[in-house]
């Protein structure tokens, strides 16, 4: 068995784990992250890309909108490539003109600092030409953009610069607890190392999970109880970029009440429905109705656009109370003492709380995290910006412009992203990777209109060129020849000695987010892919093509409740 010593110990690959694992790193700590798949595979990479201003919560939850404007501030400069600055608009639209919400609003946002300034409906209208001309007021706050994929990865390039060991497809399957009942002591977690199949334990003076919605389950395996109250989110993708502005309902937060645009198309969200079980990620006919429905509401003419995409993320709500609907929870965030709460020293479990306060929540728990080690070391996250922010803020024709001044339309991947070879050969080179995808998190491989149709087969074909010449950039260890394929130790990038089955799981993926959205358009762009893999191709019956370990519990297909089937069943 693998062993592994370090000082503080993080559960969870999402942007509060690389949070603290960057945090912790600056401050001198050594640090081991583990993550059961890939990084932002949770809930991170699972939203809709909003940086929040705080004005969706002044009203309701000022704590979290306070939280919300400072990180606000601070990840424009920690994070700046990651970003764009699109403003954001809250609309009085005619559903809701007859609500005093509107000045309670604005006194709000002024009462806990977000600057807010109602603007003309003939302004509004000039900058977003689309939005609904029936509406009567419109209030201004700085909103953004926000890549979260980019920027847990950058995170996590900031904490490896600062020493912290990240480790991929490495999943918790226990606490190690020492101790007997009122002097119990987590010292460090086993692990499974889904790519190798080892088993590897890890010492840590102290442990932090940082899992999300799956902090209940890690929890419980030191006989601690974290009651999560996980909500369902369920977003779609149109295939146009309608508005370059953040639009919101000014009212109370609901279902379907923003659009949000991200890279070259628009976020129509999101639904709040709790769930017990937070890999329940279904999509119910109703919730993409409901999106388009409200989304009429401030840009008509929308429901009728081509829709790409539908996919949920789990809200990771935790509060002490009950509340009787998951809108009722705060988000604002939580740390955990598990020592003074449970009896239980040595852990900690930092949850609930937005995308946007992820370094805020890194800071905090790492400054418990210091008394608890008996040392003094100050947070230098806020002040300290990550690889790649050097750029300025994202700009959306930032690929088209390198494409062009270099001329490289005939290296195009994909087409509807604009990813060239080098990028993918450059992100496979870059990050621990099983998947496509994982490169899909990295470079947005296979996230235009045709949904992987074009480039799913160009880049198996040129990953399987890079692991037949032995092109890899391996970190420690040495590459060796076992049963005819590469094998690496598990913290290497592994080989991709089976193309048929990254093919095959890849578009298996890519139709989850696809079936709760045929019709029109995209029907018939989900038929012309259906003709090139399936007719063409013969990608069902592909040699080596059947899902196996660690991918085969990645794709299980859940059809109707109670009943799963394998991808290709699906």
Known sequence: MKRLKTEILVIGGGATGTGIAWDAALRGFRVVLVEKRDLTHGTTGRYHGLLHSGGRYPVKDPDSARECIIENRILRRTHAHC?????????????DADSDYPDRFKAA??????PCREISVAE????????????????????????????????????????????????VVDLIVQGGEGDQQVVGAKVLDVASGEDVEVHADLTITAAGAWAGQI?????????????????????????????????????GDIIVPIHTVAVIG?????????????????????????????????????????????????QETEAADTRDVTRSFTLLDHQERDGVAGFLTMTGGKWTTFRMMAAKAVDVACEKLGVQRSCKTASTPVPGVDQGHYWLGHRLHEVEE????????CECELVTRAMLENAA???PTLTLDDLRRDVRLGMGPCQGGFCTYRA???????????????????????????????????PFSNPNLLLRDFLQERWKGLTPILWGRQLKQERLDELIYLSLMNVDHLPGAELSSPLSDFYLFDTTPGEETEASDA
């Open 460 to 494: 198996v074909g040129i990953l399987h060129e890079m692991a037949e010449g032995g092109d890899w950039r391996l970190e420690n260890g040495e590459r060796r020849m076992e049963n005819g394929g590469w094998r690496v130790e598990s913290n290497l990038h592994p």
């Open 270 to 318: 999101t639904t709040d429905e709790h769930v017990d079980d937070p890999e329940n990620l279904r999509i119910e006919p109703w919730e993409v109705q409901l999106m388009l429905d409200e989304g009429e509401k401030m840009i008509p003419g929308i429901s009728q656009a081509r829709v790409v995409r539908a996919w949920a993320g789990v809200r990771p709500l935790y």
């Open 429 to 431: 080179r870059q990050n």
């Open 406 to 413: 270099k001329r490289l339309q005939g290296e195009l991947v």
């Open 83 to 95: 970003i764009e600055d699109t403003s954001g608009f809250f609309v009085v639209t005619p559903e």
């Open 109 to 114: 946002c002024d009462e806990v600092g977000i």
């Open 219 to 255: 929890a419980a395996m030191a006989g601690c109880e974290v009651k999560m109250t996980p909500g369902k989110g369920a977003m779609i993708a149109m295939n146009h970029r309608v508005c370059n502005t953040v639009l919101n309902r000014c009212k109370m937060p609901g279902d």
């Open 124 to 171: 509004a209208l000039r900058r977003e030409p689309l939005l609904n001309p029936r509406i009567n007021r419109v209030f201004e706050v700085p909103d953004g953009a926000a890549d979260s994929f980019l920027a847990t990865h950058a995170t996590a390039q900031a904490a490896r610069a600062a020493g912290a060991q990240v480790l991929t497809y490495h999943e």
